[in-house]
């Protein structure tokens, strides 16, 4: 992946990129708008192009994976959604629920549900059930639906909000590709790797390991990123 100062280097030297000698996915690259893509502005045919040879390239043991973890991980949300709902609500009151809008696949913009962890009084602060969501990761469980739906994986590039999406797009001449599959429960690198407090080096090499992991998803790199061993195996 290349910065914008060499992209722009590479418009001065070579000219059009449709009469240039680069590979397809430099030509995409050169060829793409610096405004946020969205899913009804994404029609040009090397964008659809790269976007189409990537979603084809995931393997069928990943897919039929995602399908079933999809279905077991939405099957204990069922049985145990009264459970958590009562707890929250006798500790916490209502709503049961939080929202957060994203940014999926080709650019659309969508809704995914968690457990509610804030305090209604005041959003910055957890409850004390929320902690123990939180650690253990089962506030998330209500994404369960997003998997199902079709709209997220269970593993991929974070899901970004629809302000950092646009923010970060307009930084990186790359971040585009990030949108050529699914976003996932389970980000490629743990942890907030798309805080826009970080430098640009770091949002960079997040921005590599996304495109790393996308370029052709297979089960073997979901088991890496769910062990947290896919940063290291791309790093050798």
Aim: charged share 25%; hydrophobic share 35%; no cysteine.
């Amino acid at each position: 992946m290349r910065a914008n100062g060499l992209l722009e280097k590479d418009i001065t030297t070579n000219g059009s990129a449709l009469n240039s000698n680069l590979p397809l996915e430099e030509k995409i690259l050169l060829e793409k708008s610096l405004d946020f893509v969205s899913e009804k502005d994404q029609k040009g045919p090397t964008t659809d192009l790269f976007f189409h040879e990537l979603i084809e390239k995931e393997t069928r043991p990943k897919k039929y994976f995602e399908l079933v973890v999809g279905f077991l991980g939405f099957l204990y949300f069922i049985i145990t959604l009264p459970l958590y709902s009562l707890i929250i609500f006798v500790t916490s009151g209502r709503p049961i629920f939080e929202t957060s809008q994203f940014v999926g696949y080709r650019g659309k913009k969508l809704t995914r549900y968690f457990y509610r962890i804030h305090k209604t009084s005041d959003p910055t602060q957890t409850t004390l059930v929320g902690k123990f969501l939180k650690i253990t990761g089962l506030y998330k469980l209500p994404n369960f639906l997003n998997i199902l739906n079709g709209s997220m994986g269970l593993v991929g590039p974070s899901p970004l909000s629809v302000n950092n999406s646009e923010h970060l797009n307009k930084k990186f001449t790359d971040f585009y590709k990030r949108f050529a599959t699914k976003p996932g429960i389970i980000g490629i690198k743990n942890g907030n790797s798309w805080d826009l407090d970080q430098n640009a080096e770091s949002l960079n090499h997040n921005l590599k390991l996304e495109l790393k992991y996308l370029v052709y998803p297979t089960l073997k790199k979901d088991f890496q990123v769910i062990s947290g061993n896919f940063e290291d195996r791309v790093l050798k």
